[in-house]
């Protein structure tokens, strides 16, 4: 049985008291990692102190990284950089990276890649726009999307990745694909993964959805067969919110 997964994407949210205060307030307070695992994705800036405050079932992951290992690259962080701190996961591929700064699928895989050489785990984002879904090509948007991320890897690795299918009209709008549309396309990115990487590796990977998830419709998202967790924006900046995402 796959294990749950939620995490809180803070973006470009909350200065670095803040961000302390509200690890500190909920690391105690977080499920155990033997039944759900809880992380938060913060700024950059923030990640080693976090770190250091996140107590024994909370992990701490990164927004974003370059696939190189260093190199003229101003402002960029290298996947070395991000293990050295104590850094459980990093989310590649969002739409807001794909959209503002020009991430493709070719540099989402690189990163996966570089992802697992340096012992993190990669939250790989896929998703359809508004337009995309309403012309009816939602299966082959996330198909390319996913099938390109994980070429190249080995069985274990795969399986070892988290899927986020965040619909892109549904992310920051107050819009959320209904429970039984976000079951329905996450599964069939399920079947992606059983089509190139086989069976095994489609039963144990983890995908995640988000798109203004809220604890009033987590549990609804949650019961769905396909859904093994959410990666949450907005609602993961409130301690008692980000709480609240976790009682499903």
């Not at 070892?160 to 819009?175: D, K, R, S």
Request: aromatic share 6%.
């Amino acid at each position: 049985m796959r294990k749950p997964i939620i995490a809180g994407n803070w973006k470009m949210n909350k200065n670095y008291d803040e961000a302390i205060e509200f690890v500190k307030a909920v690391a105690n307070k977080v499920p155990s990692s033997d039944k759900v695992e809880t992380a938060i994705c913060a700024p950059a800036l923030y990640l080693r102190s976090l770190v250091e405050h996140q107590g024994e079932n909370l992990r701490i992951g990164a927004q974003n990284m370059h696939f190189e290992a260093n190199g003229a690259f101003t402002g960029e962080i290298a996947p070395g950089m991000l293990k050295d701190l104590g850094v459980t996961y990093v989310i590649l591929g969002h739409s807001e990276r794909r959209e503002m700064f020009n991430e493709t699928d070719e540099t989402v895989n690189k990163k996966t890649h570089a992802a697992f050489a340096n012992g993190l785990i990669p939250i790989v984002c896929c998703g359809e726009s508004l337009e995309e879904r309403e012309n009816g090509t939602t299966n082959q948007v996330v198909d390319a999307q996913i099938k390109r991320a994980l070429a190249g890897l080995s069985l274990e690795q795969v399986k070892e990745t988290v899927i986020a299918y965040e619909p892109i009209w549904a992310i920051g709008t107050g819009l959320t694909a209904t429970n039984e549309q976000a079951n329905e396309t996450i599964g069939y990115i399920r079947s992606v993964v059983a089509r190139e990487h086989g069976q095994e590796a489609a039963d144990a990977i983890r995908i995640q959805y988000g798109g203004s998830v809220k604890p009033s419709t987590v549990a609804g998202l949650m019961a769905q067969p396909e859904i093994d967790g959410a990666l949450v924006g907005g609602a993961s900046l409130d301690v008692e919110s980000f709480l609240g995402l976790l009682e499903f």
